[in-house]
DNA sequence: CCTACCGAATTGTTCAACAATCCTACAAGC
DNA sequence: GCTTGTAGGATTGTTGAACAATTCGGTAGG
């Protein structure tokens, strides 16, 4: 999909917005097309339409662009343009390594024991796979592993781990999207749970580990053949 | 010489005469100022006086704010300015909960066992220690636990790491600096250095735990003094 | 002493302009 | 045929000025 395909979309949703933050609003109206796969990576953001269709100046998009930026949503080649980052499988490894450490870590170390949330997920995610919808498989499983995260109770963690799994959508979306992809996950979270919550978290953050290895291994071999 | 073998020093040189990118460029020299203790935290930054000495324009200056803000760096209040972040005790609270997961998951996970970073940042620190050099105590220090961090080789931790590191600098301008703060920690560090390299990586990780709840105390009490 | 209001100063945002850089295409030379 | 050089156009990088919005300090009035 590309850019000029949405255009009619943002414009309806700017209308009429007044915000103080401008360029704050601009960057989470863009980071929510790139999540959701309007803006296809590799697609190109040009200032001068964009600024039109969301009625911001240049330099208030300019500061939008910095934010996305600073997320790895978006890669800036100056001269050239911004455009939406088509991982790597360096990029890929990478996510997967900050994942292993955060949330292996979280499993051992976490001090907050309400694992509410984690339960949640993991139902979303079963009632997804029933009804065969591969994005709310995805959505679930996504809630899942954040909310591993939480159980540290850290703002600065969290944001990490958000914007990780931001560029995981960006990852899925770069390549061709396997509906079965997640479907045999889901249970090897509730079996991590189960173990979490036994207090065994050497074996979470074990099973954890090996969960995330071989998702990164998947993905990679999906890459390659992309 | 051939082409190949000039190739890097060329792409060197232009990295370094890289004056195109302003915005960061004000950005990294406020970073400095404010790193060195020169702005202290409190201390606001307004626009004019600023872009005359910087010789920038108030909407490039104005990117430099945001991606120090993004930093935590520096602070802005809607309408009323920018300003240097003076940490409270919950972010100490957080600094530390940071540190405590990243450096001993750090510990226990790394594949990396390259340590002569810490090694030389240990012998850094004790010859500051020797001289009585304060600054070049902390410095030392700081290394040392940047680099235990870059055991895990991830680009992304890393840089999160430096992000809180950068923290802590505020942290000890915005309070009375006990001169004999670090020096006592010197050798808790040259110890989990020691357990690390014996291969007794959760006498490591315990160690380097207890170093920074006890760092974490001390930091408190000191700010609540003050 | 407190409250309401007014004006100065500062920030938030936009606009228009210019400089610097890159892309495309096309011609010239080997 | 392939590379190299050279316009021209388009896009980005940066600036300066302008105006709206908000805060702050002082002051008149109760």
Redesign the interface.
Known sequence: MTLDEILPDLRRQSVDARH??T?LWAASMLRERISAGQLAPGAKLSEEPLCEVLGVSR?TL??AF??LA?EHVVTRI??RGVFVTRPTADDIR?IY??R???E???L??STSPTTDALHAAIARARAARDVGSVPGMASANQDFHAGVVAL??????NA?MTQ?LAEMRLVFHSMVANPLFHAPYIDDNAVILDRFEAGDRPAAAALM?DYLRRAEEQLLEAHSRA
Chains 1, 2 share one sequence.
Not at 152 to 157: E, I, K, N, P, Y
């Open positions: 103080t933050e360029g330099n300019r500061e910095a934010t600073r100056p001269n990478e390594r900050v292993r450490f955060l292996s870590a979280a051992t170390w540290t109770g850290s703002d600065r963690l990490q990780v580990v």
